[in-house]
T-cell receptor
Framework: SQQGEEDPQALSIQEGENATMNCSYK?????LQWYRQNSGRGLVHLIL?????REKHSGRLRVTLDTSKKSSSLLITASRAADTASYFC???????????FGKGTKLTVNP | DAGVIQSPRHEVTEMGQEVTLRCKPI?????LFWYRQTMMRGLELLIY????????DSGMPEDRFSAKMPNASFSTLKIQPSEPRDSAVYFC???????????FGSGTRLTVV
């Protein structure tokens, strides 16, 4: 069963704009991770945020986590055509090493 | 580091045939995961290993699926007999205990006709 659910399912923006993707989950977690998948490729780890953290940055990426609402957001600033990909959130279930992935947000950045 | 290596990249087989997918994790990673990705069901965890020992195989769809990890550098996922509904992309991933994130292989696209 899916633990994380991303919203929206698809997002189309122009190059230079910001892209925001949201993730909601159901049970308590130790950490939440975001991954990117280019078409036909494996997933690439972007960022991990722990349950005691509220915000984290990595380059043009900003992730927030609200454990009270069981939600997270991924912001990509100044998007580029190369950011076109599917983005997935993944959560563990406290005490387990396995990650459960959502179905992803498909982001298209138009040049 | 060559990353997580999966083979073959593509596999087309006839229904009823045995299929074996292979994975070499990153050296030093003692967790290994097998996932399956389809449009309908997304990414599903099939099984994962810790130090070559299967920890959770609750995601393995049925007895036709089996996975082994005979040593720290090699794992296989076998489907016998294969069925058209097994068509999917199968990913292997590995990680270390400090959970810096998974490293995924490029996947095996399996088509059962």
């Amino acid at each position: 069963s899916q633990q994380g659910e991303e919203d929206p399912q698809a997002l189309s923006i122009q190059e230079g704009e910001n892209a925001t993707m949201n993730c909601s989950y159901k049970t308590s977690i130790n950490n939440l991770q975001w991954y990117r998948q280019n078409s036909g490729r494996g997933l690439v780890h972007l960022i991990l945020i722990r349950s005691n953290e509220r915000e984290k940055h990595s380059g043009r990426l900003r992730v927030t986590l609200d454990t009270s609402k069981k939600s997270s957001s991924l912001l990509i600033t100044a998007s580029r055509a190369a950011d076109t990909a599917s983005y997935f959130c993944a959560t563990d279930r406290g005490g387990s090493e396995k990650l459960v992935f959502g179905k992803g947000t498909k982001l298209t950045v138009n040049p | 580091d060559a990353g997580v290596i999966q083979s073959p990249r593509h596999e087309v087989t006839e229904m009823g045939q045995e299929v074996t997918l292979r994975c070499k994790p990153i050296s030093g990673h003692d967790y290994l995961f097998w996932y399956r990705q389809t449009m309908m069901r997304g990414l599903e965890l099939l099984i994962y290993f810790n130090n070559n020992v299967p920890i959770d195989d609750s995601g393995m769809p049925e007895d036709r699926f089996s996975a082994k990890m005979p040593n720290a550098s090699f794992s296989t996922l076998k489907i016998q007999p294969s069925e058209p509904r097994d068509s999917a992309v199968y990913f292997c991933a590995s990680t270390r205990p400090n959970r810096a994130g998974y490293t995924f292989g490029s996947g095996t696209r399996l088509t059962v006709v």
